[in-house]
């Protein structure tokens, strides 16, 4: 089958969200790219960013310029001529210019992306980052890379530990903060009923105290009255 034929039917064959279904493999192919181990470790050390993720953020900055001017074109082409050609057409037709000028946009990106990393984003065998000069004049014996390593895991352990009796501090923190609120909570509850005593005539905390008790006691009083009452009215009318 002609390629070109076949690839018009698996366009006209596709749903209307042309813009995203040629392109849901960008993402992925990165990170295969990452998995396959294509990008150099020391290429990334000194440009602060990978190579090939560089490359892909400008394939898809094409991509999603091209998808755009793309809509736009079927709107305008629609808004003017939607009497003449249907929006059904005018969808078909931008997929298929879509899906050629894509497959034509991989190859020359393809053709970009060699280039650029054979030629401006890599550093030759011979060159030395200033922080690894050290490494050349003074190399680092079988012992001395022992002790780096055992050096690096007490390290890693005091680090471990220190995150962890921040983690406690911080707990702690955070237990003093409810004992803080708590205490504040109780002192505006004392202040307020200082200030009830204070307008009922009542100064000091002994009196205060007093009074409270003096007010109960009327209470409880009042309470017993209301008990004994009933008992009252009955005598008095079986007499």
Known sequence: MDPEKKLEEDVVEQPSTYSESSLSTVAADTENDIVQGELSEYECQYLGFTPKSLINGVYN????????????????????????????????????????????????????????????????????????????THPLSPEEDRQLDTEMEQLRKHIIAVRYGNECVRQQVSDIENLQKHADNTLLYLQQLDSSATDAGVLGIKDSLSFVLDKTKDLMSAVNGLESEPKGNTNSTTG
């Not at 991509?63 to 003017?80: D, P």
Request: charged residues 30%; proline residues 4%.
């Open 61 to 136: 900055a094409v991509i999603t310029n091209l998808r755009e001017g793309l809509t736009h074109m079927e709107a305008y082409i629609n808004e003017g001529y939607g009497t003449t050609i249907t929006p059904e057409k005018t969808k078909q037709a931008m997929e298929t210019i879509q899906s050629v000028l894509v497959e034509k946009l991989d190859k020359k990106f393809d053709h970009v992306e060699s280039y650029l990393l054979k030629n401006v984003f890599t550093i030759p065998e011979d060159v030395v980052l200033p922080e690894d000069r050290v490494q050349m």
